[in-house]
């Protein structure tokens, strides 16, 4: 079972399991992409959020090891699928690993390789198959999505900008409309993150039909997470 409010990445890979959270771990591609902690030296304050480089830095996904938790991961070439689907048997064996979302959203690391069999595939693995969606997605995009397996949508990842990924209150406004328009026009589950700093931007997400909540760069500040997930808790 996936908790109402879920731990994203990269902050997510630092945190202990906590209850009444899911995390996504990640993100992972098939082999080692250097600079894994760029996001903190990187990370900086802006008008509307924050600012990253970090890319898809991550040890590869043989080192994944943790368990109870969903795995982000990106495909660099559509040919890696292969190998993944095998190592990604193998750890959910040994992990008990509770989805998988296909990363297809990065702003720092452009990559959408994903296709309709990749999604039945992962669907034979696992119980909750997410897609991470980029910002700002056009309908049709959304609508395409839609219409494949996938339980769940993920939106949405930070904003591509020329100074970097945005992150923060500034995506607000845009997921919110897409969150609508996917919960009146599909039977499809959404996750909802950006912005998330307090638990009136949860109900702000919940009142367009938002099935989950994602703290992204929230989890910077332990304390104010640590708040909402207590808030969340007590209003279930």
């Not at 509770?98 to 720092?108: D, H, L, Y």
């Not at 034979?124 to 997410?130: A, M």
């Not at 949860?202 to 909402?228: E, M, Q």
Request: charged share 20%; with cysteine; net charge positive.
């Amino acid at each position: 079972m996936i908790s109402k409010i879920i731990l994203s990445p990269p902050f997510s890979n630092l945190y202990p399991d906590i209850k009444g959270t899911t995390r996504i771990l990640g993100t992972y591609t098939l082999k080692k992409r250097k600079g894994m902690y760029r996001v903190l030296t990187t990370l900086r304050k802006t008008k509307g959020g924050w600012i990253n480089n970090s890319g898809l830095r991550n040890p590869g996904i043989l080192k994944y090891n943790k368990k109870n938790s969903i795995i982000s991961i990106s495909l660099e070439k559509i040919e890696d699928w292969d190998s993944l689907y095998y190592y990604l048997y193998l750890k959910n064996r040994k992990y008990n690993i509770k989805g998988i979302e296909f990363n297809i959203s990065c702003p720092n690391h452009n990559i959408i390789n994903i296709n309709d069999q990749i999604i039945k595939q992962s669907k034979q693995i696992f119980q909750n198959t997410i897609i991470k969606m980029p910002h700002n997605a056009p309908l049709s995009f959304i609508d395409k999505i839609c219409n494949t397996e996938i339980d769940m949508l993920h939106v949405s990842n930070s904003k591509k900008t020329n100074k970097g990924a945005l992150s923060g209150i500034s995506l607000i406004e845009d997921n919110m409309l897409r969150i609508a328009y996917i919960k009146n026009k599909f039977d499809k589950k959404v996750i909802a993150g950006g912005g998330i700093y307090s638990f009136d931007d949860i109900l702000r997400y919940k009142s367009v039909g938002a099935d989950h909540f994602s703290l992204g760069t929230c989890l910077i500040n332990p304390l104010k997470t640590l708040k909402i997930i207590k808030q969340m808790s007590q209003y279930q």
